[in-house]
Antibody, heavy 120, light 107 residues
Framework: EVQLVESGGGLVQPGGSLRLSCTAS????????MDWVRQAPGKGLEWVGR??????????DYATSVKGRFTISRDDSQNSLYLQMNSLKTEDTAVYYC???????????WGQGTLVAVSS | DTQMTQSPSSLSASVGDRVIITCRAS??????LNWYQQRPGRAPKLLMY???NLQGGVPSRFSGSGSGTDFTLTISTLQPEDFATYYC?????????FGGGTKVEIK
């Protein structure tokens, strides 16, 4: 079964850091682009960023709102994706989902999400 | 950035109704438009990809159409399990963007 499981969420103070992990099973991570998407409480979905696959040099892209603060990395040997979040702001409070990108276009599946709360 | 505008933002409907949700892109996106369903407290789930292709396992009462800038998601006969929020998403250009969502509620 293809599955994604996120971990690492929690409560952090403004200006702090947090690292999220996403462990994949049922497929080989290195073949796929992988994205992070977040959802603030009661709000819609917001794309956070992308990690391209090995043939595409593991290049990354980020939403303007997180560029320079967030970094996506991966460890294909562990079939895991990461999101390093620095200089966190209250507006970063959200459930963070990792998702596999198919054919460079659509997201399937999604993990169950992990909640990040930024508050003093 | 390509803005995605969904309408309506919410609707009330009865089981058995036909429901149409529209999504408009601020720029041309070809057919690179996907639809997701999200039930309360759950992760989003892919319904349709490339505007009109039904994801495996999704009931045939769901259909999608459109290209360019205007798209629709149609639920032909609303079922109890279809009460959820629906999001469109463009994959034509980075940053990828989502519509604001359409919440389908029970009348």
């Amino acid at each position: 079964e293809v599955q994604l499981v996120e971990s690492g969420g929690g409560l952090v103070q403004p200006g702090g850091s947090l690292r999220l992990s996403c462990t994949a099973s049922g497929f080989t991570l290195s073949v796929h682009y992988m994205d992070w998407v977040r959802q603030a409480p009661g709000k819609g979905l917001e794309w956070v960023g992308r990690s391209r696959n090995k043939p595409n040099g593991y290049t990354t892209d980020y939403a303007t709102s997180v560029k320079g603060r967030f970094t996506i990395s991966r460890d294909d040997s562990q079939n895991s994706l990461y999101l390093q979040m620095n200089s966190l702001k209250t507006e970063d409070t959200a459930v963070y989902y990792c998702t596999r990108v198919l054919h460079g276009d659509w997201f399937d599946p999604w993990g169950q999400g992990t909640l990040v709360a930024v508050s003093s | 950035d390509t803005q995605m505008t969904q309408s309506p933002s919410s609707l009330s409907a009865s089981v058995g109704d036909r429901v149409i949700i529209t999504c408009r892109a601020s720029h041309y996106i070809s057919n690179q438009l996907n639809w997701y369903q999200q039930r309360p407290g759950r992760a989003p789930k892919l319904l349709m990809y490339a505007a009109s292709n039904l994801q495996g396992g999704v009931p045939s009462r769901f259909s999608g159409s459109g290209s360019g800038t205007d798209f629709t998601l149609t639920i032909s006969t609303l079922q109890p399990e279809d009460f959820a929020t629906y999001y469109c998403q463009q994959s034509y250009s980075v940053p990828l963007t989502f519509g604001g969502g359409t919440k389908v509620e029970i009348k």
